[in-house]
Nanobody, 119 residues
Framework: QVRLVESGGGLVQPGGSLRLSCTAS????????MGWYRRTPGKERELVAR??????DYMDSVKGRFTISVDNDKNMVFLDMTSLKPEDTGVYSC??????????????WGQGTQVTVSS
């Protein structure tokens, strides 16, 4: 069974920084595509950043402010967020296309972590 668990959300003032972490657990897993999505009030869930062997993609509004990175040895993916704005407020969820010997490649979601940018 593959699980994705996020941590690192919280309340931060505008202009501040946060690091989100996502840990993938399971037997013999291999992370293929890993990404962060967010759901903000009044909007559909949107892709924030994604990393795979093909490269890294960011949504336009976070380019230059957010950085996604992966530690394959620890099966972790991070989202470093700087210069945070109130419009970055939302629930951030980790997504992973993860391979295991028993299930092959499949998509999994974490439970989400709240990020609130407010003074």
């Amino acid at each position: 069974q593959v699980r994705l668990v996020e941590s690192g959300g919280g309340l931060v003032q505008p202009g501040g920084s946060l690091r989100l972490s996502c840990t993938a657990s399971g037997d013999g897993i291999h992370m293929n595509i890993m990404g962060w999505y967010r759901r903000t009030p009044g909007k559909e869930r949107e892709l924030v950043a994604r990393t795979s062997r093909a490269g890294i993609d960011y949504m336009d509004s976070v380019k230059g402010r957010f950085t996604i990175s992966v530690d394959n040895d620890k099966n972790m993916v991070f989202l470093d967020m700087t210069s945070l704005k109130p419009e970055d407020t939302g629930v951030y969820s980790c997504y992973g296309n993860v391979w295991t010997a028993s299930t092959g490649s499949a998509g999994y979601w974490g439970q989400g972590t709240q990020v609130t940018v407010s003074s």
